[in-house]
């Protein structure tokens, strides 16, 4: 009786485990992509590197930074490269992101692909400008109950040339149950004069890994990585009324954006910027773009709260943003001069202000944004 | 000892008399789900046409070789169930490195093929029915050709219906389903012709 129980189980065990055994077997051999190398620009630059890890990660470890909001996840398809050998089709997991010439020219997320042999790839030269940043956090000062400004001083290299509008990545690191690095990309708030201190503005997302970090752990005085620049997102030229759309934490962008063009002296026929926010709670830095206000004759700067609470004793515009772009546009603003416009801030706010500038006479291509998602 | 059918007739018997689909109704839940889509049940097909034939042999050679000599055959359902989900995982690596293109084409499918009732269910009729080794792996590869006739098949009358004026209430699972009872009254046409068990 025992010795029967004892070889069924035996059995079951050595089958089980031959099995196991010829699985990690075929994973050494069939798994094991040994040296690849990744010619990058017709031999600009040449990497050797292990293969069976994303393109992504890859170049990020050797130095070269293509622009990610989400961190290697397939969710922003911000990681787009020109792959000029052949990787095997497009993974469904790209094609949302891609257009039907894109897909003819061979553009690929380089989070999706997997190294598994010799590569070669087309990034645009400015790409290699893309430096990791040593940075030390100098001041965080908490703007509103969920969002925090945080200034971080460049250490090693000590200064970043960006443009307004512009994104840089924070790396994150590990902490509690997070294993590894946390990626995530965040407007710079500050303007590019300030290349020796960048500023972000970071609002508190629940359950976000990198904003739980920033939120919870992260302390002035510590060091943090910053990698950047990155983005296509700032100003362009021209005669025109300059309408900024931003809500929340979307109002970084745009700070860089309007410090700098006060800076420099860049001027528009008027410049715009509608702020929303749900409640008094939620607003910030009122009080500054009201002194710039001042300051700069042809800058109007509208807030506009959803749903004021009692408390907020709330004197300015009430309603959705986009409402109140839409009845500035109408009164304020003089139909013959051309419109442009920068809008900055969640995806459905985004989407429900291309509507009404639109419907106002904005053409498409003078419609500037940043999704943040 | 293993029933005096040639493996060859087997093979056919597989395919269309006792389609395993259609006159035994194993592997409803993909059959239905992805049937919805003709290139993906193509892919799915071919992955159950290769696993089948894989573990038909493979089972059967442990069955035969190491289960029954050993008085173990009460172990035959674990044991045989490991070997589809090994057998599963290894053909997912090597396909992944030999063709990524067949890789990408069966996709989520690949893996899913290890819960598959189809697959245990021939391997289960290979046991019950005593089958010899050629008979075995010839069972196997028809078994899997008819899943993926059958699936190809319902996929196809399914572009169709889905251009057809069907009520309201039948659209989807409901016409799908009375699809699939006149195709397997069809096939039934085919056991009428020939028994073969």
């Known amino acids: ?373 | 000892m293993p029933p005096p059918i040639s493996p060859v007739v087997l093979l056919f018997t597989a395919i269309f008399t006792s389609n395993v689909l259609l006159s035994n109704f194993l592997g409803m839940c993909s059959f239905i789900s992805v049937s919805n889509n003709l290139k993906s049940s193509h892919g799915l097909g071919l992955a159950v046409v290769l696993v089948m034939t894989i573990t038909s042999i493979l089972n059967w050679t442990i069955d035969h070789l190491i289960l029954q000599p050993m008085g173990l055959d009460y172990l035959n359902l674990i044991v045989f169930i490991i070997v589809i989900a090994a057998t599963v995982q290894i053909l997912e690596m090597v396909i992944e490195r030999i063709s990524p293109a067949l890789y990408m084409g069966l996709g989520i499918f690949l893996p899913l093929i290890t819960v598959n009732c189809a697959i245990l269910g021939i391997v289960l009729f290979i046991n019950i029915r005593s089958y010899g080794p050629l008979q075995a792996l010839l069972f196997g590869i028809g078994s899997g050709i008819g899943w993926w006739l059958a699936i190809v098949s319902l996929a196809a009358i399914r572009i169709k219906v889905d251009k057809a004026p069907v009520p309201a209430g039948l659209k989807g699972p409901g016409i799908t389903l009375i699809i699939i009872g006149l195709m397997a009254m069809a096939f039934m046409g085919f056991s009428g012709m020939v028994s073969v068990q």
Not at chain 1, 334 to 358: F, H, N, Q, T
Request: with cysteine.
């Open chain 1, 1 to 373: 009786m025992i010795v029967s129980i004892l070889t069924a189980a035996l059995v079951v065990a050595g089958i089980s485990s031959a099995l196991a055994l010829v699985i990690s077997l075929i994973d050494l051999v069939v798994n094991n992509y040994g040296e690849v190398r990744i010619d990058i620009n017709d031999g600009k630059k040449n990497l050797t590197v292990k293969g069976g890890a994303p393109l992504l990660g890859t170049l990020g470890e050797n130095g070269i930074f293509i622009p990610s909001s989400c961190g290697g996840r397939a969710t922003c398809g911000v990681c787009k490269v020109k792959v000029l050998s052949d990787v095997g089709p497009h993974l469904p997991t790209e094609l949302p992101f891609m257009s039907q010439k894109e897909i003819a020219d061979n553009i690929r997320l380089s989070c999706q692909i997997k190294l598994k042999a010799d590569i070669r790839i087309s990034i645009p030269d400015e790409l290699f400008a893309i430096e990791r940043y040593r940075a030390r956090v100098e001041k965080i000062t908490p703007v509103t109950y969920d969002t925090e400004h945080i200034t971080l001083a460049l250490l090693e290299p000590s200064h970043m040339t960006y443009q307004a509008g512009q994104f840089a990545q924070l790396a994150i690191p590990p902490y509690e149950d997070v294993k590894g690095e946390t990626i995530r990309a965040y407007s710079f708030a500050s303007p590019p004069s300030s290349a020796d201190k960048v500023e972000f503005i970071i609002r508190y997302v629940p359950g976000g890994l990198a904003t739980t970090y920033v939120h919870r752990h992260l302390t002035e005085g510590q060091e943090l990585a910053v990698i950047g620049p990155m983005g296509e997102f700032g100003l362009h030229e021209g005669h025109a009324d300059m309408i900024c759309i931003a809500g929340g934490s979307g109002l970084a962008p745009i700070r860089s954006i309007l410090i700098d063009m006060h800076e420099k002296g860049i001027a528009k026929n008027s410049i715009w910027f509608f702020f929303g926010a749900v409640a008094g709670r939620d607003l910030y830095a009122v009080d500054e773009f009201h002194a710039l206000e001042k300051a700069w004759p042809i800058f109007h700067f509208v807030p506009a709260l959803s749903a004021p609470a009692e408390s907020d004793k709330w004197e300015g515009e009430t309603g959705l943003i986009t409402q109140v772009t839409e009845k500035y546009m109408k009164e304020k603003m003089d139909a013959a001069v051309p419109k442009e416009a920068y809008l900055c801030g969640s995806p459905g706010m985004i989407d429900a202000s291309i509507k009404v500038l639109r419907a106002g006479g904005v053409p498409d291509d003078r419609i500037y944004y940043d999704k943040f998602s």
